[in-house]
């Protein structure tokens, strides 16, 4: 076996790649012992030979020059032998990138199915690269570079998932979280302004109406009528909905509670246009069964050429409308909270037993309905259509 002085970094600079096959080099010396360097016809790695219970094992290292000369080479040896007489290096744990780190982590979440499918479609779309990578491998700086150019609002997400993968990886390889000092750089500007003029004819109940299919209207009247998030409306069941008490019950809301709502009349008439009644209430060709997506309502300004397509109406101005409609109802506020699903602020809100009811719910839907330009007799008259788009 050849010899070279693997502590300098300039003489590993001048070894040759030979045409086909692999040159090991031991250092010229005493030290570094099982220490090798691995040179192919591209690239040079290093690896550890030892005896570990009483069998020869080679061990890969690291690539040079990402590990510059032998006494690095020598540190990260010291730390995979101690992984192997711990139980915690890669082929133990089975935890060798990150993306086997959220695996791991999966395995022992009580997550929704749609939320980790959502995680899974953000790796895919953003972290794909990195989420392959040997953990060992990743550094600091490419984490950064990996949320780099994101919308706040992305980045921040995948912040949280690079987080909770790394989390899981440090407690399972017993490896430093390079991600614990990873942040978002750019602050999200939050807006709880919609698209519209407030003051003038809403135009929420057109665009849903216009809305062609069956499935995604309803949805979206959902979202109107209640003022729940999407993901809890993509998610609905019909486990969840009573048709006849008039509820919905969300089992997992963003804050954690669960509730019982009482929903309004033209709610109930829109869900029972519904041709269905078991599984998901929105069902979908889709890998979770249910709608993953609600894109935005847009009306188009200009003709041909010129003619663009510009938001009006998005998933969360659902929300935002409810609260408002409510608010010129004039609602109380703890009526207000309990139908959003409000975290409980004061002592009354936490020893309150549900204050919200039906008529409450009715005088939203009134609202909002009269804010659109419509009655409630005409909207049911034509939910109660056999298509009612015009």
């Given at each position: 076996?050849?010899?070279?002085?693997?502590?300098?970094?300039?003489?590993?600079?001048k070894?040759?790649?030979p045409?086909?096959?692999?040159?090991?080099?031991?250092?010229?010396?005493?030290?570094?012992?099982?220490?090798r360097?691995?040179?192919?016809?591209r690239?040079?790695l290093?690896?550890?030979?030892?005896?570990?219970?009483?069998k020869?094992?080679?061990?890969?290292?690291?690539?040079?020059?990402?590990?510059?000369?032998?006494?690095?080479?020598?540190?990260?040896a010291?730390?995979?032998?101690?992984?192997?007489?711990?139980?915690?290096?890669?082929?133990?744990?089975?935890?060798?990138?990150?993306?086997?780190a959220?695996?791991?982590?999966?395995?022992?979440?009580?997550?929704k199915?749609?939320?980790?499918?959502?995680?899974?479609l953000?790796?895919?779309?953003?972290?794909?690269?990195?989420?392959?990578?040997p953990?060992?491998?990743?550094?600091?700086?490419?984490?950064?570079?990996?949320?780099?150019?994101?919308?706040?609002?992305?980045?921040?997400?995948?912040?949280q998932?690079?987080?909770?993968?790394?989390?899981?990886?440090?407690?399972?390889?017993?490896?430093?979280?390079?991600?614990?000092?990873?942040?978002?750089?750019?602050?999200?500007?939050?807006?709880?302004?919609?698209?519209?003029?407030?003051?003038?004819?809403?135009?929420?109940?057109?665009?849903?109406?216009?809305?062609?299919?069956l499935?995604?209207?309803?949805?979206?009247?959902?979202?109107?009528?209640?003022?729940?998030?999407?993901?809890?409306?993509?998610?609905?069941?019909?486990?969840?909905?009573?048709?006849t008490?008039?509820?919905i019950?969300?089992?997992?809301?963003k804050?954690?509670?669960?509730?019982t709502?009482?929903?309004?009349?033209?709610?109930?008439?829109?869900?029972t246009?519904?041709?269905?009644?078991?599984?998901?209430?929105?069902?979908?060709?889709?890998?979770?069964?249910?709608?993953?997506?609600?894109?935005?309502?847009?009306?188009?300004?200009?003709?041909?050429?010129?003619?663009?397509?510009?938001?009006?109406?998005?998933?969360?101005?659902?929300?935002?409308?409810?609260?408002?409609?409510?608010?010129?109802?004039?609602?109380?506020?703890?009526?207000?909270?309990?139908?959003?699903g409000?975290?409980?602020?004061?002592?009354q809100?936490?020893?309150?037993?549900?204050?919200?009811?039906?008529?409450?719910?009715?005088?939203?839907?009134?609202?909002?309905?009269?804010?659109?330009?419509?009655?409630?007799?005409?909207l049911?008259?034509?939910?109660?259509?056999?298509?009612?788009?015009?």
């Amino acid at each position: 076996m050849p010899t070279i002085k693997l502590t300098s970094r300039p003489e590993i600079a001048k070894v040759k790649h030979p045409d086909t096959g692999t040159v090991f080099y031991s250092h010229d010396g005493d030290a570094l012992k099982g220490i090798r360097l691995a040179v192919g016809a591209r690239t040079k790695l290093w690896i550890l030979s030892k005896r570990i219970d009483g069998k020869v094992r080679s061990i890969k290292l690291g690539d040079w020059p990402a590990i510059p000369t032998g006494h690095q080479a020598e540190e990260v040896a010291k730390q995979r032998i101690a992984e192997l007489m711990t139980g915690t290096d890669a082929a133990s744990t089975k935890v060798a990138t990150l993306m086997d780190a959220f695996e791991s982590h999966v395995a022992r979440s009580h997550a929704k199915e749609a939320t980790i499918a959502t995680y899974r479609l953000q790796i895919k779309n953003h972290l794909a690269d990195l989420f392959t990578k040997p953990i060992e491998q990743i550094t600091l700086p490419m984490l950064e570079s990996a949320i780099r150019g994101k919308t706040p609002s992305t980045a921040k997400h995948l912040v949280q998932i690079i987080k909770m993968a790394f989390r899981r990886a440090a407690i399972v390889r017993r490896c430093f979280d390079v991600s614990a000092d990873l942040k978002v750089s750019q602050k999200h500007k939050t807006s709880s302004a919609v698209l519209f003029d407030p003051k003038d004819k809403w135009p929420a109940l057109d665009l849903i109406m216009d809305t062609r299919s069956l499935i995604t209207r309803t949805a979206w009247l959902t979202m109107l009528f209640t003022g729940f998030r999407s993901l809890n409306v993509r998610t609905l069941t019909w486990e969840q909905v009573n048709l006849t008490r008039k509820t919905i019950t969300l089992d997992e809301m963003k804050n954690g509670l669960s509730r019982t709502f009482p929903i309004a009349d033209v709610l109930i008439e829109a869900l029972t246009v519904l041709p269905h009644r078991e599984g998901y209430v929105f069902p979908a060709d889709s890998k979770t069964g249910h709608m993953d997506q609600l894109m935005a309502r847009t009306i188009t300004i200009g003709e041909g050429d010129d003619a663009t397509k510009v938001k009006v109406l998005r998933q969360h101005d659902c929300r935002r409308l409810f609260t408002t409609a409510a608010r010129r109802a004039r609602l109380p506020e703890y009526i207000i909270d309990e139908l959003r699903g409000d975290t409980p602020k004061k002592v009354q809100d936490i020893y309150d037993q549900g204050s919200a009811n039906h008529d409450d719910a009715n005088r939203i839907a009134e609202r909002i309905i009269m804010e659109c330009g419509s009655t409630p007799d005409s909207l049911i008259e034509r939910i109660k259509l056999p298509d009612y788009v015009h």
